[in-house]
């Protein structure tokens, strides 16, 4: 048999088989059968809710009706969207210093033991302090403006970006190091090629739960001293006993914190393929 005549397939591996990867109505059956437990809770939240408002088991000034908070979302859509823009402008900008000044300080803690034993012990301090209670600190240094809300936002969110991103570095397989170091990688290199991309789950873990906390910062410092935001439209709904416009505030709000956490879901499915995490469809498995 001549040389052309050999078949150039590639080889498969053994011990490993091919499956095809899933198609598209696999995908949204495999999604349906993930999601329809969190719908099902929630509608029977939803049913719960409009029992007890129906049936009166609570006064309506203390538990408004599923039917009269819709109104206030309807009837007042602008008035809502300005607010919820003001916070979800304040939420963005503190979460993104937090990523930044976040992952610089667990680089730098990481690389650098004296940094870590002496930072660490003052995160940790920073953290259990109750923001609630130096928001009105922030207000009468840095006034009523937006600047307070950012910093509550960057201080509430911070601390789960570092812890998550000092661990992902540290997770490293001392085995990877060596061989980078064996192969003459610089430190620079090193942390570009293996440390970086192996810490990368681990810090979207924690920016997962760092976005939806910067959402409660600025709605906190918008409790102390603002002029708009949600956090200022359930204050004086509050003040007003305007409980429709209370609850509407809070869905609004809610609703902010899952569409970032999603946002932040759909980037680590995107830039983490390879991750064992979202292997779920696989092309190859052992037998």
């Given at each position: 048999?001549?040389?052309?005549?050999?078949?150039?397939?590639?080889v498969?591996?053994?011990?490993?088989?091919?499956?095809?990867?899933?198609?598209?109505?696999?995908?949204?059956?495999?999604?349906a059968?993930?999601?329809?437990?969190?719908?099902?809770?929630?509608?029977?939240?939803?049913?719960?809710?409009?029992?007890?408002s129906?049936?009166?088991?609570?006064?309506?000034?203390?538990?408004?009706?599923?039917?009269?908070?819709?109104?206030?979302?309807?009837?007042?859509?602008?008035?809502?969207?300005?607010?919820?823009?003001v916070?979800t402008?304040?939420?963005?900008?503190?979460?993104v210093i937090?990523?930044?000044?976040?992952?610089?300080?667990?680089v730098?803690?990481?690389?650098?033991?004296?940094?870590?034993?002496?930072?660490?012990?003052?995160?940790?301090f920073?953290?259990?302090v109750?923001?609630?209670?130096?928001?009105?600190l922030?207000?009468?240094?840095?006034?009523?403006?937006?600047?307070?809300?950012?910093?509550?936002?960057?201080?509430?969110?911070?601390?789960?970006?570092?812890?998550?991103?000092?661990?992902?570095?540290?997770?490293?397989?001392?085995?990877?190091?060596?061989?980078?170091?064996?192969?003459?990688?610089?430190?620079?290199?090193?942390?570009?090629?293996?440390?970086?991309?192996?810490?990368?789950?681990?810090?979207?873990?924690?920016?997962?739960?760092?976005?939806?906390?910067?959402?409660?910062?600025a709605?906190?410092?918008?409790?102390?001293?603002?002029?708009?935001?949600?956090?200022?439209?359930?204050?004086?709904?509050?003040?007003n006993?305007?409980?429709?416009?209370?609850?509407?505030?809070?869905l609004?709000?809610?609703?902010?914190?899952?569409?970032?956490?999603?946002?932040?879901?759909?980037?680590?499915?995107?830039l983490?393929?390879w991750?064992?995490?979202?292997?779920?469809?696989?092309?190859?498995?052992?037998?």
């Open positions: 048999m001549s040389q052309s005549a050999v078949s150039t397939a590639p498969k591996p053994a011990g490993v088989a091919e499956r095809a990867r899933p198609s598209l109505r696999r995908r949204t059956v495999e999604a059968e993930k999601s329809w437990r969190p719908v099902a809770l929630l509608l029977a939240c939803f049913v719960a809710w409009w029992v007890i129906a049936a009166e088991l609570v006064e309506s000034y203390l538990v408004p009706s599923p039917g009269a908070t819709l109104d206030v979302l309807l009837d007042k859509p602008d008035y809502l969207w300005q607010h919820s823009w916070t402008y304040e939420t963005l900008l503190g979460f937090a990523v930044v000044v976040g992952v610089v300080a667990a730098v803690m990481v690389y650098s033991s004296t940094v870590e034993k002496t930072l660490y012990p003052i995160l940790l920073a953290q259990v109750p923001k609630i209670a130096i928001a009105p922030f207000v009468v240094w840095l006034g009523f403006g937006i600047t307070p809300k950012i910093l509550i936002a960057v201080l509430i969110a911070f601390f789960p970006i570092v812890i998550s991103m000092v661990t992902g570095l540290k997770a490293v397989d001392p085995e990877m190091l060596q061989l980078s170091a064996t192969m003459g990688a610089s430190p620079w290199q090193t942390f570009l090629k293996i440390r970086f991309p192996a810490s990368l789950p681990h810090l979207f873990s924690g920016l997962k739960v760092a976005v939806t906390l910067a959402v409660t910062g709605v906190v410092g918008e409790f102390v001293g603002a002029n708009e935001g949600l956090g200022y439209v359930i204050l004086q709904a509050n003040g006993l305007d409980t429709p416009m209370l609850f509407a505030g809070l609004v709000m809610s609703l902010i914190g899952v569409i970032l956490f999603v946002i932040v879901e759909i980037a680590e499915q995107l983490l393929p991750h064992a995490s979202r292997r779920d469809g696989s092309v190859t498995t052992s037998y």
